[in-house]
């Protein structure tokens, strides 16, 4: 079993605030780190997928950079917007297993 | 495109009783898998197949049975339910085995067993 983290566990900020969460894994054997977008009464939404060390996606106002090295990932979300408001997962994927943190719960307030 | 479709999306069970979940996408994925999202938890993998007739056991699968006769459909079975597997049910399937592609999922099952 492996042990992913995310923290913080919630998180508030008022609209216009860039805000950012952080994603811990083991560090050996990585194959690849998911963050996933999940919004109340819908289903998870995938945002990156990151392989390589150093790797930096972006998508919008939603950025991730990965360190396999140390095993974090950390998600940025710049000029936070009501709709942003959602739990955001990320996931360790170990071959054909993947393994989910608890995940960050963001409010964003009007 | 439907996606990944989740059968039935409620369902109460007393305990002892036997039910199947249904999963199917039509996006000819060869990666299917089955979690299970418990309040303070991460989405524990129950079990997951690579293509069909191959299936594999996640990180949680003990009470649960699945089969993968085909590309589309991975029923999962609860032969004899238990309170404990009172949870919300996420079927999710990917485009490659071994690959690092992003998991599609279902709209979830939510199953109560009393």
């Known amino acids: 079993i492996l042990n992913v983290e995310q923290s913080p566990q919630s998180l508030h900020v008022q609209e216009g605030d860039s805000t950012n969460f952080t994603c811990s894994f083991p560090s050996s054997n990585f194959y690849a780190l998911h963050w996933y977008r999940w919004e109340t009464a819908k289903s998870p939404e995938a945002l990156f997928v990151m392989t390589l060390n150093g790797d930096e996606k972006k998508k919008g106002r939603i950025s991730a950079t990965l360190n396999t090295k140390e095993g974090y990932s950390y998600l940025y979300i710049k000029g936070s917007q009501p709709e942003d408001s959602a739990t955001y997962l990320c996931a360790h994927q170990k071959s054909n297993q993947f393994y989910f943190g608890t995940g960050t719960s963001l409010t964003v307030i009007p | 495109n439907a996606g990944v479709t989740q059968t039935p999306k409620f369902q109460v069970l007393k305990t002892g009783q036997s039910m199947t979940l249904q999963c199917a996408q039509d996006?000819?994925?060869?990666?299917m898998s089955w979690y299970r999202q418990d309040p303070g938890m991460g989405l524990r993998l129950i079990h997951y197949?690579?293509?069909?007739?191959i299936t594999d056991q996640g990180e949680v699968p003990n009470g649960y049975n699945v089969s993968r006769s085909t590309t589309e459909d991975f029923p999962l079975r609860l032969l004899s339910a238990a309170p404990s597997q009172t949870s919300v049910y996420f079927c999710a399937s990917s485009w490659g085995t071994g690959s690092t592609g992003e998991l599609f999922f279902g709209e979830g099952s939510r199953l109560t067993v009393l």
């Open positions: 197949s690579v293509g069909a007739g």
């Open positions: 996006m000819n994925h060869e990666y």
